[in-house]
């Protein structure tokens, strides 16, 4: 259970770390959209393994294949299901925790509910599941493109205590591509990176917040109570690993405010058009998008598997202690950007679609 | 679309502010469960408004009447519904904005999406939408606490910058019912009370943060993947009013400290169970429980409507000022602390029936 | 579990025979559809009991409220909530099945699934439960009319060994409606309701057939796999009380002709619309509508509640003989009518706005 | 959409019958249960093409990859994904396919709906589909064997006017293995062998009749209202290709009984278990099964691909004759006894497991 997110447009991802490999079932993706595989690779390309010096040695190509749905280049309205193999699988790294649970891992919450677990490579908690979701958020991207301009840019807004200034209304992919930790700010970047080798060579690890726009939502999209665009947004979200945290718009940073300081006043633009002066809703109001941009945050907290001795039990509840081997990163942040990426890509495209499926129907003169 | 929540113990609220009634379906209860309509009332007394002074004047009993699902003092297994009527309507304060939007309402969002609504009292986006939440989440407190044994405990941890201090391990439902405040910090309390007071003659509004524990965790509840118990608690607390962020344990504070600070070392106590020396996990690890307890907090940015004359424009866009009318709250967060409360026990229970449907079948020796 | 259906037009009943009332929620409704209760209640009247000699003397008038979602006569687009109260109910005449298992009737299963049950009057297992279904049904039926024009007409057409001559091309409501046993066939009606009559008198029932057409549906209505439209509409009959098979065009009787005696061939009309020239498919091949007439057949069994003694045992499993009292329908078919075209219409507006929102967005261009 | 069925042991297919290939996602299956991959090949064995003289020519080993969720021969709970590939495709066989409609197929109704389509071998519409539902059904039947006992065995019972005879209540997988037509009737069998050869000389195509029984089915299983058993049982079975009616029980023949002919008694056996004298019901009583055996019937259509030349006409419209090339079952039904076994399975099992999700919980003294 669990493993399926969205109503119309539906993901359901499959796979664990080491085994035949990890993947994707899109069903609802509407019929006679282009897809180039290619597009997919280069979304998971901004996610595999062993990308750059500061993530994870593990050498993946993630190459996608795409087993059904497209036909000729194009969508057919049936299952689009995608395959990634496992291909640089050391098992034998991973010995030791088949019975000793690494401290804030998974390891003993899966064993403690299934009574038993792959624990090669994490298994199914591996950031490998996230694979899917990377490959399906890029067809979900391309859709938001195509038929409604909407274009999401995720991008790394802290390291630590190490914040980067950027500007939602613009930021772009390219300047976000341009260097390794993906944070759009050139001054801080590079302290970034810094930061993150340093506590690499530590055989620790730290954490950090993205954040992530959409632009050009129209107004109307998401549901009124419990589906609201911002609790479907926080579910995706925070269903990444690692994730602590989640902010729309002002967030906790709102609550310092007082309601005529925060609320976002209206107007109307030279084109006609019901604005808001300030977005501290960030972009959605009553659970709608309000056509402003959709601004959200999300903590990351450290990976928890360090190289740093520590205590803890096994499987029996024996107390020992451990150093964790294995490839990890010392820091998931730069790769939690496509991640992120995807996950908004996947509830705006289903809230697009449950829209024009209820709104959609009755003509204007009905 | 999106006024159910939950999948095998499953709740689907109705009605606006204005108009017949609100209620609840719960579909999924399990059989046999002792009712009594006053446990439900108890919990609906805590949300209802007029119950304090510095709640909206609005008077409503919120009185519960249960149509079906109940026999005899038991559950049937079959849906429970539940109806309040709405008394104390007053839909002439509203026509201002029947034409007129308030700032970062719904109004607007609203009329974009399905190009009208019940501007009478905010339709359906008032407040009163979570009566039903409420009802159904006394239910699953009840069974949570029979089957297993959890409780759920919410209180005010903050009103703007004033900021409670309260034992998440102790704290009881008589400490946080103790005030009207519902912050448990007895020092504090009357503090929070007056600035609440001071900003409302101010024609102002403010906001805060609500914390939630839920103790005697079962290990093994939650998804991996999607249905993480933190994704589906984020979405159900974002779900609320007025929310604006969500963190699970150490949160976004969790994001200035190293793995090996952040990290919830294992021990084995004297009864032989695994548990974590610390509880930065905020008693989840890898989407499931780990038996510590789950403690998240949900900022609440200050009431939207207030009595101060703000900017804003009418349906047509013409701009104009607006000075609300109708009864409203200066503060949500006091009356926040049984909806936050009322949606924990929702996933909580959802996840438990689910945890049994899959997990609960094999026999041992299988 | 399992009081809800269909997927983006979703309905949910609750009620008990006896008890407060029974209702339906109906979330996914489109915004800005005109409806009036009146349209409502002439439905449910269609259904109600007492409404003719051929029926259950229970006397209700099953009078409809609209709690919400309705304003100023126009749906907007949030949870339709609608009950009707139970007025004419007689526990004490089913006090003997407290304790006794009406043969045939859900009385022992509810107990073995549930450990107890509602028992006055069937509680859920009543059909008083189809108020919701039929209440919902009359909406869907609207939208369909108003949107694609698709209009939905059902009617007997056999009563146990009693065939109408009913032709589904031109057959309409008036028809339906002229006479109490519902049959559209002058020369048959008479005989059947002669016939139930006279099963009455002798303290029996009788089953029979209702068939239904769906007129004016567009192609490409449902989806392949498993939501076929047929598998739908399969599953929304049987659902209802007493239906013990399901038919879709050529049906059972199809198997017995060869491939080329069943296809339908295909030719172009004058208005250069791609025809069938049969319709052995029923309307629907390869799960999804080809524009010709929807025609399926449901069979109902005899009612389970009789006047004639049978043998039964009591819930402690004693053997025991029971000559049921209480009110019912010596024929369910008059009243099934209704039911039917209620699912039947359920079926094809949740599968009209699912087509809306997966094949309505990509522009034509694209 | 419309690719997943049930919910709580709820499975996904995907692929075409030309392409990368066909397989399946189960979501929901428990934890620990043996898994050999040989098991889920024999059921595919008895559902793959070439299999016997009397079946399509196509030659496809349809050999099953498990990609995960299973490891050291145990499922994990996590997504069990299985993976056929495509073998011996010959599109060149379908080009006339691709501009001709072949009448009663799914050709023109795919591209009503969604304006194109994989036009080889049937695309999604092949009932190589269904490969993934066996392979699914392979995993529901253990679950079911060995949590409660219950089996499940289909068999032809029909072919065009060829009956049967077989005994429900003994009739076993080697009874249906012994021939290749699946008919455990060693008299009618070769006649109906005999039969469709004769048909296929002819390029002509048959249907018939597949029951199938549920044994050891404990009593409780099934929810009332729209997810009855019976329901969940007539949308999976519908939902396969070339269906066309369902029965449950008594069935269509059952409405020319009076009630007192056709109720089924109570009596209390040896053991003290309460049973019916009659099992008229099918097995299920209020969608909730009582612990007699479920008997069910599907009707199938000849096939629809025949090489008898058909009027048809193109996708522009213009009309053509058709005599179909490709490779298809002269009859479906052979075939068609594992894919109705798997359907059986499915609902079943996910019948199990929401049972115990609901019902299971609370401890019998609450």
Sequence with gaps: MGNSFGH???????????????????????????????????????RRPGQSKISTPRKETDTCEILSGVF?????????????????????????????????????????????????????SSARETIGRVAAGAIAKKILKQVVGIEIVGYVKRIKDLEGIVDPETVNLEQVESNIVRCPDHECAPKMIELIEQIRNQGDSIGGVVECVAR??????????????????????????ASK???????????????????DEYYTDEQGT????????????????NGENIILRVAFKPTATIRKEQRTVTR?????????????????????VPMVEAMVALVMCDHLLRHQGQCGTLKPED
């Excluded at 299952?79 to 030791?96: G, W």
């Excluded at 718009?249 to 925060?262: D, I, V």
């Excluded at 019901?274 to 998008?289: D, E, P």
Aim: hydrophobic letters at 30%.
């Design 8 to 46: 119309l447009f539906r993901v359901t991802t499959f796979g664990e770390s080491h085994g035949g490999g990890v993947g994707v079932v899109i069903d609802g993706c509407p019929p006679k959209l282009n897809i180039d595989v290619s597009e997919i690779q280069a979304e998971l390309d901004r």
């Design 274 to 289: 019901i604005r808001t002066v300030s977005n501290r809703s960030g972009g959605i109001q009553g659970g709608i998008s």
């Design 216 to 241: 050009n939502v129209p107004k109307g999209l998401g549901s009124p109570v419990f589906d609201k665009l911002e609790a479907d947004l926080a579910k995706g979200v925070m269903s990444l690993p």
């Design 245 to 263: 945290g989640f902010e729309i718009g002002s967030g906790f940073a709102g609550t310092l405010l007082s309601g005529s300081e925060h609320n």
């Design 72 to 124: 000729e280049g194009k969508t057919l309205g049936t299952p689009i299901a995608m395959l990634v193999r496992n291909k640089d699988t050391r098992p034998q790294d991973y010995s030791e925790m088949a019975t000793t649970y690494r401290p804030s891992h998974a390891d003993a919450t899966y064993d403690a509910k299934y009574g038993l677990r792959n624990w090669q490579g994490g298994g199914r």
């Design 316 to 336: 029996e509840g024996e107390e020992t202690m451990l150093a964790a081997k294995g490839r990890h990163d010392p820091c998931v942040l730069p790769r939690a």
